[in-house]
Structure formats: structure tokens, C-alpha cells
């Protein structure tokens, strides 16, 4: 197991045995109010309790909302100065800037008291469009704030940093990123599963000249949904990869991008550890009975290396992916983050794309990471669905992080949203469970439902930002 993903597991442990501590406290605690006071406060209190984990204590949180964000920007950074002036941020220089560059302002906010129980926000205001960018609840740290997009306001110093449910205190620090602009570059995605292109990069992808979608594999696992329409589980889990393969091939013509641009390499979901575990090894299919890939790669424009034989091992993946590497020959790569994204198929993904292109003719000048999962965080992004990004928990000041963020517009976000809509695995209903908390956390924790979708990614992936991070690709 790698070490991104022994971490998530650690602290997923770590987080559960104290909430089994505090269940058991709390417990007690209302068993001791029935004993001393009236027996009918415990089901009361239960039923309170209960409302009140779902409110305000169901997320996913792997640290303190106190811990610092830790960034460490690349050596030699434009960091020109800044300051408040009441809410306003102004330059303490004149500033050079094109309106396409990603800027950072860090900055560290405490928490009201009211955003304890409400996601406190940063609200700017001053450019073309108003943004807020939520954070934990009961914040007190460093954070940074995502200024992309608001150059102009910036530059004439009329852009205004307002606290909700917290306030701004000490110093600000602007960090601000220039870099090329890759949209009029060749652009290949690579997506674990299907959907993850249209969830990091359908705002680059839709606009590069020639995009290229490869899906390494057919996502077919976790099939109850199909399940329930009579199928036995290995049926179900064909079906599923079946559609997402079709999925993965349909949908970017959405955005533009050529059939003959779209390939699907059929590879198992959650097996590319064992397969890279044992490059030579055929890794069947964990749910679907399957151990020849070709039964998900049919839609394909053209035949692969794979194809010879469909073995699912690790020496096959790189054979397709140096194929198609040859064949489209991208300036530009995106594909997951080696450290932020802990999902084991993405960390496989990101490596086979490195083996693949060693030694290769073709070399990409540019490499985007992208996160689509988090180790200590499941609801970043946070806040409400067209809202800015602001960047993700970091407490590894050891690693370098090279920021490069996107602006979508209205209509851009629309489109990616429709997108998302087509995939087939974002379109069950969520559990039932899971459908009550939402109600309970609009009612009492003011928390918006995207009017995109249901399904949470509607509301983290469509935004008014998509960001990356440039990695350092020898």
C-alpha cells in the first residue's frame, strides 16, 4: 500500500475510534440525565443528539480546525506587497498583471461563534462577480484564498475581503503564479474512471484545440444500484462497466472532443495496486467475474497493445498508454496528484504515466496534477456549488506546491454540469440516510443543495474555478 494511501486509512481509523468515544460519552451522559432526572429525556435526547451529530458532527474532518494550512511555494514566488485597509486589499506597489495568472492570498481567520455551527465564509466582491469561499467551522488559521480571475479589481484596488461567521486577522500575503496559457495546447487527460476528466479538467479540455480522454479503467465494482433491477452481482458489475465504459467515450463529445480522441483501456477498478504489485500478473476483476479487459475497450477508435491478448496487468497498461502517448503526442498531461489525491487507482494512474514515459521519444512539456478525493477532508471543496476554490488542507511543508488555477464561466459551468449529469455512477439517488442529513444540515446548518444534481460532486466539481498543480517531470 502506498504511503498517501496508508495515511488516509490512518487517520479514517483514527477519526472513527474517537467518534466511537464520543458516542459512548455522550451516551452516558443521557443515560445518566434519565436516571437522575425523568426517563423520558433519554429518547428525547437521543432523538436531540442524534439531530445534532447530523447537523453540525457527520463530516469528514482528519484534523483540528485550529491546525495551520502549511503550503510550501516554489522557491522565488512573486509575492508583492499587500495590505487591509478595513476590507479592502490593496496593493502596496503597482502591480503588473494580465487578468490569467493564479493568485494566492493567505491569510489567517478566526472563527465567530456563529461559525461554529454555520461554514464561515470569505466573501470577495469588488470584480465582475462576487465569490465566496468557505472554510471549516470554528477555523482559527492560516488559510489561502483564491483570487484567480479577480486581477483586475486587485490591480485597481477596489477588491474587498469580507468575513462571515469569522473575521480576518494579521497580515496578508499575496502569492502570485504566471504561467502559459494551456488551453491552445494538446491536451490528454488522464482519467482513473470515468467521469474524473469531466470532474477535474472539462473547463480545459473543452476549450484545448485537441483534447485527448484516456480511461485506464472500466469502474464496474460497487454495483448495488443495477443489483436491485433483479441482476446477480457479477451481472450488475458488467452492466456497470459496460455504461461507464460508454460513459467515458460518449460524454467528451459533449465538450468537443473527437470520438476518434476518446479511448477506454478496460483495466479493473481497484486492482492497478496489485497489478503494478506484480507487472506480469493478470489481475481479474474483483466483482464481475471477468478477467479479459477487451469486454470493456469494444468502443474503442482503434486497437491497442492490449487488444493482442486482453491480459488486465501492469506491462499491458503501459504498452497502451505509450501507444497513445506516441499517437497524440500532448504538450500537456493532466493527471492525479501523486501526493493530495489518496484514491489507490489515481496514485496508480499518476505512476503508470510516468513509467510509461520513460525513456519515450514524446515527452509532455507540462504535467497538471489534480485532486479529485482529499486524505482529511471530504467535503472540499467547500461551500456552495459556483463558488470559488479555495486551496485544500496541506501539512506537509516538506512538499512543493505549484498552484495553477482556471477561471469557468456561468456558461462553462452549466456545460460541465451537464456532463457530469450523463455519467451514469453520479446519477443514483443517495441513500436514504444521506438524503435526511442534507435536510437537516440546510435547516440547521444553512449548507445549500446544488441545484445541479444531487450527488455531492455536483456541488464540489462544478465551480467557478478548476485548479491543478504543476509537477516536476524530469
Known amino acids: 500500500m502506498s504511503d498517501s494511501s496508508s495515511r488516509k486509512?490512518?487517520?479514517?481509523?483514527?477519526?472513527?475510534?474517537?467518534?466511537?468515544?464520543?458516542?459512548?460519552?455522550?451516551?452516558?451522559?443521557?443515560?445518566?440525565?434519565?436516571?437522575?432526572?425523568?426517563?423520558?429525556?433519554?429518547?428525547?435526547?437521543?432523538?436531540?443528539?442524534?439531530?445534532?451529530?447530523?447537523?453540525?458532527?457527520?463530516?469528514?474532518?482528519?484534523?483540528?480546525?485550529?491546525d495551520d494550512y502549511q503550503y510550501q511555494f516554489?522557491?522565488?514566488?512573486?509575492?508583492?506587497?499587500?495590505?487591509?485597509?478595513?476590507?479592502?486589499?490593496?496593493?502596496?506597489?503597482?502591480?503588473?498583471?494580465?487578468?490569467?495568472?493564479?493568485?494566492?492570498?493567505?491569510?489567517?481567520?478566526?472563527?465567530?461563534?456563529?461559525?461554529?455551527?454555520?461554514?464561515?465564509?470569505?466573501?470577495?466582491?469588488?470584480?465582475?462577480?462576487?465569490?465566496?469561499?468557505?472554510?471549516?467551522?470554528?477555523?482559527?488559521?492560516?488559510?489561502?484564498?483564491?483570487?484567480?480571475?479577480?486581477?483586475?479589481?486587485?490591480?485597481a484596488g477596489n477588491l474587498r475581503v469580507r468575513g462571515r461567521f469569522c473575521r480576518v486577522q494579521g497580515e496578508p500575503v499575496l502569492s502570485v503564479f504566471r504561467h502559459p496559457d494551456l488551453r491552445n495546447q494538446r491536451v490528454m487527460v488522464i482519467a482513473p474512471?470515468?467521469?474524473?476528466?469531466?470532474?477535474?479538467?472539462?473547463?480545459?479540455?473543452?476549450?484545448?484545440?485537441?483534447?485527448?480522454?484516456?480511461?485506464?479503467?472500466?469502474?464496474?465494482?460497487?454495483?448495488?444500484?443495477?443489483?436491485?433491477?433483479?441482476?446477480g452481482k457479477p451481472e450488475a458489475a458488467r452492466l456497470k462497466g459496460r455504461l461507464r465504459a460508454w460513459d467515458s467515450i460518449a460524454v467528451p463529445r459533449w465538450a468537443g472532443v473527437p470520438q476518434e480522441h476518446c479511448y477506454q483501456l478496460g483495466y479493473f477498478c481497484l486492482q492497478l495496486p496489485a497489478m503494478k504489485a506484480q507487472p506480469e500478473r493478470p489481475i481479474a476483476s474483483r466483482e464481475a467475474d471477468l478477467s479479459d479487459i477487451r469486454a470493456f475497450r469494444r468502443l474503442n477508435p482503434s486497437t491497442l497493445p492490449a487488444d493482442i491478448d486482453g491480459q488486465p496487468t501492469w506491462n499491458n497498461l503501459l504498452a497502451d498508454l505509450r501507444a497513445l502517448l506516441l499517437k497524440a503526442r500532448p504538450e500537456v498531461i493532466v493527471l492525479p496528484h501523486p501526493v493530495l489525491d489518496p484514491h489507490p487507482d489515481h496514485i496508480c494512474s499518476q505512476q503508470a504515466v510516468l513509467e510509461a514515459l520513460e525513456g519515450?521519444?514524446?515527452?509532455?512539456?507540462?504535467?497538471?496534477?489534480?485532486?479529485?478525493?482529499?486524505?482529511?477532508?471530504?467535503?472540499?471543496?467547500?461551500?456552495?456549488?459556483?463558488?470559488?476554490v479555495a486551496l485544500p488542507p496541506?501539512?506537509?511543508?516538506?512538499?512543493?506546491?505549484?498552484?495553477?488555477?482556471?477561471?469557468?464561466?456561468?456558461?462553462?459551468?452549466?456545460?460541465?454540469?451537464?456532463?457530469?449529469?450523463?455519467?451514469?455512477?453520479?446519477?443514483?439517488?443517495?441513500?436514504?440516510?444521506?438524503?435526511?442529513?442534507?435536510?437537516?444540515?440546510?435547516?440547521?446548518?444553512?449548507?445549500?443543495?446544488?441545484?445541479?444534481?444531487?450527488?455531492?460532486f455536483f456541488r464540489k466539481a462544478v465551480r467557478r474555478h478548476e485548479l491543478f498543480w504543476l509537477i516536476q517531470h524530469k
Open 394 to 456: 496541506c501539512f506537509d511543508s516538506t512538499y512543493t506546491l505549484h498552484p495553477f488555477c482556471m477561471t469557468l464561466t456561468d456558461e462553462q459551468q452549466c456545460d460541465k454540469a451537464m456532463s457530469l449529469g450523463m455519467m451514469h455512477d453520479l446519477q443514483p439517488r443517495m441513500p436514504f440516510k444521506r438524503r435526511v442529513r442534507r435536510v437537516i444540515q440546510r435547516l440547521l446548518a444553512r449548507r445549500a443543495i446544488s441545484p445541479w444534481g444531487e450527488n455531492e
Open 193 to 231: 474512471h470515468a467521469d474524473d476528466a469531466e470532474l477535474a479538467a472539462f473547463g480545459l479540455y473543452s476549450q484545448a484545440p485537441q483534447p485527448w480522454i484516456v480511461t485506464l479503467t472500466a469502474g464496474e465494482i460497487e454495483a448495488e444500484h443495477y443489483q436491485q433491477m433483479g441482476l
Open 74 to 155: 516554489p522557491v522565488g514566488t512573486e509575492q508583492p506587497g499587500v495590505a487591509l485597509q478595513g476590507d479592502r486589499l490593496v496593493p502596496g506597489q503597482a502591480l503588473a498583471l494580465a487578468g490569467d495568472e493564479t493568485l494566492v492570498l493567505a491569510l489567517r481567520i478566526k472563527s465567530g461563534w456563529l461559525g461554529r455551527f454555520i461554514d464561515p465564509f470569505i466573501e470577495v466582491s469588488g470584480g465582475e462577480r462576487t465569490d465566496r469561499q468557505a472554510f471549516e467551522r470554528g477555523v482559527a488559521g492560516l488559510r489561502y484564498l483564491n483570487l484567480t480571475g479577480q486581477a483586475q479589481a486587485l490591480v
Open 9 to 66: 486509512q490512518a487517520l479514517l481509523k483514527r477519526h472513527r475510534r474517537h467518534k466511537r468515544i464520543g458516542l459512548l460519552v455522550g451516551l452516558l451522559l443521557i443515560i445518566g440525565a434519565g436516571v437522575l432526572l425523568a426517563w423520558w429525556l433519554v429518547p428525547l435526547l437521543m432523538v436531540l443528539a442524534w439531530v445534532a451529530h447530523e447537523a453540525w458532527f457527520a463530516d469528514h474532518l482528519f484534523y483540528t480546525p485550529k
Open 360 to 388: 519515450l521519444e514524446w515527452q509532455p512539456a507540462t504535467l497538471l496534477g489534480y485532486a479529485n478525493h482529499l486524505h482529511d477532508n471530504d467535503r472540499w471543496p467547500m461551500g456552495e456549488a459556483g463558488a470559488g
